[in-house]
């Protein structure tokens, strides 16, 4: 059973080496030659006209959200068709009524106006 997980461990591996070595390469190894140009704040070639902790609208964290709960749905799909055929009946009923619940409450905030931008 665990030799079915050393795939995994090795790919998560692998991938922490590619992301940490390249940072440490870089901070380590780098030329570290900072002057007042470099450590200003860049934003779009001018200067930063507005402080950068500005209350956004609630609608984006509505929208966000939104985002993660059907993000959710499709992460637990990917699943449900790699093993469709083993779990039979069982496992589809289950799905659809799973599918039912989130196409209920994406109608439900469709209706409620949460996806309107103005």
Do not use: Q
Not at 5 to 33: D, M, Q, T
Not at 54 to 66: C, G, S, T
């Amino acid at each position: 059973m665990l030799d079915h997980y050393l795939p995994v461990l090795i790919f998560l591996l692998v991938a922490l080496l590619v992301g940490v070595i390249p940072l440490w390469l870089g901070s380590n190894l780098g030329p570290k030659r900072p002057d007042s140009e470099k450590l200003s704040p860049y934003e779009c070639g001018f200067e930063a006209f507005e402080d950068a902790r500005v209350k956004f609208d609630v609608r984006y964290y509505l929208v966000a959200i939104l985002f993660i709960l059907f993000d959710l749905e499709i992460a637990f799909l990917f699943p449900w068709a790699v093993v469709f055929d083993a779990i039979g009946m069982t496992g589809f009923v289950a799905m659809m009524i799973f599918l039912a619940i989130l196409v209920v409450g994406f109608i439900y905030e469709w209706k409620k106006g949460a996806l309107e931008w103005e």
